[in-house]
């Protein structure tokens, strides 16, 4: 009955978000009775706590450990396309509910960051910003020349892509007419690397200006 109350939780969080599904919504998508669902979880927070529990722990862990052999890569340039790979590629191969990924507890998480819900946000920081705070410090290193504000920014892009990719994959098939298939990890995995890498060595703001007037100005004499 506790396995049958996440996995209607999950799914209909997934589906409607957080504030629209109640308690009797998740007893009654289970087969339980309301009192099931409190004497297991005490409350829909701790209830969306464990699901986030379940599927995190084994992929923060599995990033950590991928992390932690790239930072001992020597070359800069292939250490931070192997960081940056470290935090992309357990999204993707974590395939089980119970080991991080999956298109469902991707589209949960994207659903939670955009709704706005203070227990939502809470459990997303307790879960993901030690392991997010690794990763930059992580690329920092690699790229010491670009503010560290910067990496936060492009790290958020790269999250936002990581989201897109894994939920709504059939876009990428549509937009290039059949000649790409987004449902293929391996070429998502690839993609999201690569476009990243070349995010992250980006000039930062502040370098770039200067760049950008002048080509202003050369345009307008």
Request: glycine residues 6%; positive net charge; contains cysteine.
């Amino acid at each position: 009955m506790r396995e049958a109350i996440l996995a209607a939780a999950e799914e209909l969080f997934a589906t409607n978000g957080f504030n629209a599904v109640s308690v009797r919504d998740i007893a009654q998508a289970a087969g339980a009775n309301p009192g099931s669902v409190t004497y297991h979880f005490k409350t829909k927070d701790g209830l969306l706590l464990e699901i986030y529990r379940r599927h995190c722990g084994p992929m923060n862990l599995r990033r950590s450990e991928l992390l932690a052999a790239a930072r001992r890569v020597r070359d800069l340039q292939d250490r931070l396309e192997a960081i940056v790979r470290a935090y992309v590629v357990p999204a993707f191969t974590s395939g089980s509910d119970l080991a991080g990924g999956g298109a469902r507890f991707t589209r949960l998480r994207a659903v939670m960051s955009a709704e706005g819900n203070e227990v939502a946000r809470r459990i997303i920081a307790q879960t993901f910003d030690d392991t997010s705070h690794a990763f930059i410090d992580a690329i920092h290193e690699s790229l010491p020349h670009v503010p560290r504000t910067e990496i936060v920014w492009r790290s958020h892009f790269l999250l936002g892509a990581l989201y897109y990719s894994l939920v709504t994959p059939e876009r990428v098939s549509r937009l290039s007419r059949g000649e790409a298939d987004g449902s293929d990890a391996a070429a998502a995995i690839e993609q999201l690397v690569q476009a990243t890498v070349a995010s992250f060595q980006a000039p930062a703001l502040d370098q770039a200006a200067p760049a950008r007037r002048r080509a202003t100005a050369s345009n307008k004499t």
